[in-house]
């Protein structure tokens, strides 16, 4: 049987010099090819929990499986099968590289000084960004472009090396309407032509549930809710609806 894409196991985490940890007795399993959609206010510990499933952060207690793996002694190999959109990334503004360059240190970890990409690798790195729209900003420096064209050009990255998990910490945040659309419609079509198992937090509620399969609710470190995307909707249906009829109820 294949084993579930993401797997933690009464996980907690804590930051080095916190008392308290940031995320606490997380159980959670995700299969191969499931979209989940992870929501919660600030400080919930939805970044945390990501960098705690692609290992950049080490639980205080508990396992991380990935792909069958166990994250805390196989974290190198496990990254290379996953791509991550980081929150809030923004390069310097004197950063030298260019775009193209970014996407490629997505398919190499990074780009060596004197390593030169192959043709293959160039075209990989091109076509995720004809995908996202963003060609034609490759010979740009990346320093230089605006924080949603940064933005894509960090989730190029991590389309490009073709990835078994796509991990997205609030890709939308810098998106117009547009582009934002244009970002859903790339998710939308690698989870159908790859069965690309996503996870994807966001603040964009509405929007953001017409991609999932799934959606996790956490609030102070802790997961206090899961639902079917049915079940959210109708959730946030009757939220909606009450909300209305407090407006309702105001205007009158
Ligand atoms: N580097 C850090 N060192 C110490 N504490 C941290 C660090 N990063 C986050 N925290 C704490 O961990 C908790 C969870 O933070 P996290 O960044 O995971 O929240 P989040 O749900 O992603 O919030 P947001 O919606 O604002 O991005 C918060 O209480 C935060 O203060
Ligand atoms: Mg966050």
Request: aromatic share 6%.
């Amino acid at each position: 049987m294949e084993p579930p894409a993401i797997e933690l196991v009464n996980v907690s985490t804590t930051y080095e010099g916190e008392q308290r940890p940031a995320i606490k007795n997380i159980n959670l399993r995700i299969s191969a090819g499931e979209v989940v959609y992870v929501a919660g206010p600030n400080g919930a510990g939805k970044t945390t929990l990501l960098e705690t499933i692609n290992g950049l952060l080490t639980p205080v207690r508990g396992s991380v499986y990935v792909l069958g793996q166990d994250v805390s002694k196989r974290g190198r190999l496990v990254r290379r099968e996953i791509g991550y959109v980081p929150q809030d990334y923004a390069s310097d503004p004197w950063e030298p590289f260019r775009a193209i360059d970014v996407v490629l240190m997505g398919l190499y970890g990074k780009l060596g000084l004197f390593t030169k990409p192959s043709k293959e690798d160039y075209e990989k790195a091109l076509w995720a960004m004809e995908l996202l729209e963003i060609d034609h900003l490759a010979e740009k420096p990346v320093g230089k472009l605006s924080g949603g064209q940064q933005q894509r050009v960090m989730i190029a990255r991590a389309i490009a090396k073709k990835p078994k998990i796509l991990l997205l910490d609030e890709p939308f945040s810098s998106q117009d309407l547009a582009s934002r659309s244009k970002v859903m419609e790339v998710i939308e079509n690698l989870h159908k032509s790859w069965r690309l198992t996503t996870v994807v937090v966001s603040h964009n509620l509405s929007e953001t549930l017409k991609l999932c399969n799934r959606v996790v609710l956490m609030a102070e470190g802790r997961i206090f809710a899961e639902a079917s995307l049915d079940e959210a909707l109708e959730l946030l249906g009757s939220a909606l609806v009450k909300s209305a009829r407090v407006e309702a109820v105001r205007v009158a």
